[in-house]
Each structure stands twice: as C-alpha cells, then as structure tokens.
C-alpha cells in the first residue's frame, strides 16, 4: 500500500488557488484533495469519502455571499453526514459562521487562519470522527455479546450468556436470577431462539403484573360458563406456547393456591381450564425469573420447596449492572447513539465528568434506570457535550480513575482492559493511550482476555 493511501483524507473547499496552496502545504501530513466549487466539492466527496473537509462559503457564482457555500454543506452532509466540517470565514461573515453550525458544520476557524491553530481543531475533527466510525461498527456488532439485543462485555455475564447457549438445545427448566431491569426476559427470549422451540411460540406472564384473581386463568384458560362473565371458551397462556416456550416472570409473587397447580403441570405436562373436566397435554418448555431470595421465601413457607426443585434444574444467575465490569459506559454510549438519532439531534459526547458519574453511580435500576437517564441527557444537553448535570447524577468526588496497564497488570490487566475500551467507547487506539501501552499490545491483551473487536 502506497504511502498516500495509508494518509487520512481531507478536501479543501476553497476558489482562491493562492489559499488553496497554503492550505495544501500546511496539511501535508494528510491525503488533500482541492475543490473550487459546488459541483467539484460532491464529487470529490463521492469518489474520495474525506473524514473532515475545511471550506469558504464564498463560492462561485457566489463569492462575495455565503449562499452557495451554505447550499453545498447542505449537500454534503445530506450525502455524507458524518463528515466533520470547518468552515473558515472572515471577520465580517461572523453571522454566516454560525448559520452553518446551526445546520451542522462541525467548527469555525477565523480567516486569515493561524496555520497550527487550524492543525489542531482538523486533527480534533479527525480523532472525533474515527471515535464516532468506531462506535458505529461495535454498534453493529452488539459489542461482542452472544445473544441479541444483550449488551456487554462483562465477564460474568458473558458466562451467563455461555450458559445459556448450553442449555438452549435441551428441554431443562431453567430459572433466571437477578435484580429488576438487568435483562431477565432479554435471556428468556434468546433461550427460545436459539432452541429447537423457535419456531413456536414464546409466551410471557408478570406474575406480580396481574391480580391474583386473574392470574389462574391467565396461565391455564376457563370454558365457557365457568364463571360469570366467561362468554367462551378462552385458552390459558400455558396451551397457547404449545410446542414453544413459556416464561413465567416474577415467579416468586406466584400465589401460594397456585403453586400447587403449577407443580402438577410441571410434572404430568398436563392442564385443566377452568370449569373443565378434561385434563390437556402441553409441551412447552418452562423458563422462570426472579428478583427474590426463594430461600427465604421458601423458610416463610410462603413458596413451595416441592415447586422450587421442579423451576430450578438451571439455575442462571444476572449480575447487577453495578458489579459489570465497564457495562455502564459502555450501555450509555449505546443508548446516547440511540436517542440522538430518535430526536433527530447530532453525535453528542459525554464530558469526563459525566464519564465518572456514569462510572461511580450505584444504578439500583439496572439497564431501565441507565436508559431513562441518558434519555433525558440527551433531551436536556444544550450543546454537543453531554455533563453530569444533564445526567442528573451527583459529581461529589467524582473523578475519573486513572488506569495504567502497567501497575495493575499482574492483578487485573483484564479488567483494566474493559474499563478502557468501555471509557474510550471502544475506540482501540484511545484504549491504548489510556493504558499507556501501544496498539499491538491491546489486540494482544484482547485476544488473551477473549474479548473480539
């Protein structure tokens, strides 16, 4: 590969050749590319895909105005709109500046430009483009989890995932365990998907959602006359996931009466409606969940052992979101991604004060508590940084941690490692200045960690 090619591209949108000059020999550590006018400017753009592009907005046929420099960005981010622009203006265009900011150019540099100035704000514009490509991509690839919709690089919860894959093939009870809002029906639902179930159907119920009156003929259908108001025959949850998978959510708030039912199902795979006579056979396969200690609920006898022994052939266990592992920064980045392209608002960034309350915050509501508040973030930011206050979090003492690979890598170099890349979100090279080590010695730490680009 030639040395040009291994250059990052910039395209210089300017009609003045003299400038044009300058501009090209103060980037020369860039691949430059020149135009001089709308039509050369989308061109270059289509052939070339420059990251950062520096332009004047007086262009032919307009060069003493701002209307065909402000038509052409208009252009261009609607073709590319990832690109980073830097408008370069004079004094009396002030106005003309930031009219092009409010539709989206990146910055604005003063003409005559301050020529390492001007090096440092394109060299910003670069770094936060590859960092906003590199986000993107793991976007893409659900951040190396193994189940869909499940975000993480946690190694806890990687096991948890492993353990799911396991068990999938087989028609083993499984019980899930873990805090409200850590993803107890997002592992339910990937234990469907990748069974050989997963053509049928999956069938949910919130056991605390529904009240106890209801929940009976909820999970197991009534006939018609059973009782008043039972106009038809209705079937229960239970024979409707036929041939699929059941998942019985919050099965700790199970009334005591119905416990007995449910364990008779369990072990003759036969139900019985309401107000029926007949008893009918059901294959389905039964996931459980909870957020209680069944053990003490089992010592209050206010859950039947007999039934505990039936639900918990496997047991799971979800870790909270506190004791995963660079989970936070990482699910706030991905949310922030999300909610910006919701609310039709540009890429925002989350200052390093913001960063460290994401860090040290407790999120006693898990994933649901995370993503409730970087959705307000994102409403509430005022500018292109996200902060602390907009998070509504408390900063007091919060300070980033410092990491340094080299003091802790005997003890926790793997976990110094996630931390990195959650923080840097998971932009490889950042992780590396992080860490204070080179690039090669990343990929080598991630590829004995197992954690996947």
Excluded at 40 to 69: F, K, Q, W, Y
Aim: glycine share 6%.
């Amino acid at each position: 590969m030639s040395k040009s090619r291994e250059k990052q591209k910039l395209l210089v949108i300017e009609d003045d050749l003299g400038l044009q000059k300058q501009l090209r020999w103060n980037f020369d550590n860039y691949e430059v590319f020149v135009a001089s006018d709308r039509e050369s400017a989308l061109t270059s753009v289509r052939r070339h895909e420059p990251a950062v592009i520096t332009m004047d907005l007086g262009l032919p046929p307009d060069p003493d105005g701002a209307t065909e420099g402000l038509a052409t960005l208009q252009q261009i981010l609607a073709l590319a709109p990832d690109t980073k622009i830097i408008v370069l203006t004079g004094n009396q265009n002030h106005a003309h500046a930031l009219k092009a900011i409010e539709m989206g150019a990146y910055d604005f540099h003063q003409k005559p430009f301050d020529p390492d100035m001007l090096k440092l704000v394109v060299e910003r514009a670069f770094y936060l483009h590859a960092i906003q490509q590199e986000n993107r991509r793991l976007n893409q690839v659900q951040s190396n989890s193994p189940i869909d919709g499940l975000i993480t690089r946690d190694p806890e919860l990687l096991k948890a995932c492993r353990s799911i894959e396991k068990v999938a093939p087989s028609d083993a009870t499984v019980m899930l365990l873990g805090e409200s809002g850590t993803g107890k029906e997002v592992l339910a639902k990937a234990l469907h998907n990748l069974s050989n179930r997963k053509s049928k159907r999956f069938m949910a119920i919130n056991c605390a959602a529904i009240p106890e009156t209801l929940l009976e003929s909820e999970l197991f259908g009534y006939e018609k006359g059973a009782f008043t108001g039972a106009s038809k025959q209705t079937l229960g949850k239970i024979e409707l996931a036929d041939g699929g998978t059941f998942f019985l959510d919050e099965v700790g708030d199970l009334p005591f009466q119905l416990q007995a039912k449910l364990l008779r199902f369990l072990q003759e795979r036969v139900i019985e409606r309401i107000g029926g006579r007949e008893e009918i056979p059901v294959d389905v396969r039964i996931v459980c969940a909870t957020h209680q200690d069944l053990n003490k609920l089992m010592e209050a006898g206010k859950f039947r052992e007999d039934l505990y022994f039936r639900l918990s052939e496997i047991v799971i266990t979800i870790p909270p979101l506190r004791d995963r592992i660079g989970d936070a920064l990482l699910l706030a980045h991905h949310f922030k991604n999300k909610f910006c392209a919701k609310e039709g608002k540009a890429t925002l960034n989350f200052n390093q004060e913001a960063i460290a309350a994401i860090e040290q915050h407790q999120w006693s509501g898990n994933v649901r508590e995370i993503e409730n508040c970087i959705k307000r973030a994102v409403i509430m930011a005022d500018d292109s940084t996200i902060t602390a206050e907009d998070l509504g979090l408390q900063t007091t003492d919060a300070i980033v941690e410092p990491l340094n690979l080299k003091s802790i890598r005997e003890q926790e170099e793997c976990k110094a490692l996630v931390k990195a890349l959650a923080r840097a979100d998971g932009n490889v090279a950042q992780a590396a200045k992080l860490l204070g080590v080179s690039r090669p010695t990343i990929y080598d730490l991630m590829n004995r960690c197992g954690i996947k680009t």
